[in-house]
């Protein structure tokens, strides 16, 4: 008995490509959201300027110029507008949330 395999290796490297930008776009969003609801907030620009980020890129950028002063500050937020503000909200997102991004990229995967 003789048995023949044959792969669409194109087809297959499209789908998974599909597949990736679909998850690193989910991924991109729920990070943003995640970290946001840490980050420090007087009228909200800081926390705005992260929208103009792409996702599926896999980068966030907090955009405006005092962004990294903020993130590395040594002292303490104020927690007026926002009570769950820290320093670093990146870190703290991803310290609080990294298994649950970790099941949404899974899922995404597993769902083809």
Partial sequence: METKI???VDKITKDI?????RAQKKLDAQ??????????????TLKKSVLSSVLGSGRLVWSVDYAKKMYN???????DS??????KWFEVAKSRYKD????LVDDEYKKG
Avoid: E, Q, Y
Wanted: some cysteine; charged content about 15%.
């Fill in 6 to 8: 044959t792969f669409n």
């Fill in 17 to 21: 490509g599909l597949i990736t930008s």
């Fill in 31 to 44: 990070v943003m959201k995640d970290s946001n609801f840490f980050c420090p907030m007087d009228t909200g």
């Fill in 73 to 79: 500050f040594s002292g303490t937020v104020s927690k």
């Fill in 82 to 87: 926002n009570p769950n503000a820290s320093v």
């Fill in 100 to 103: 649950r991004w970790t099941k």
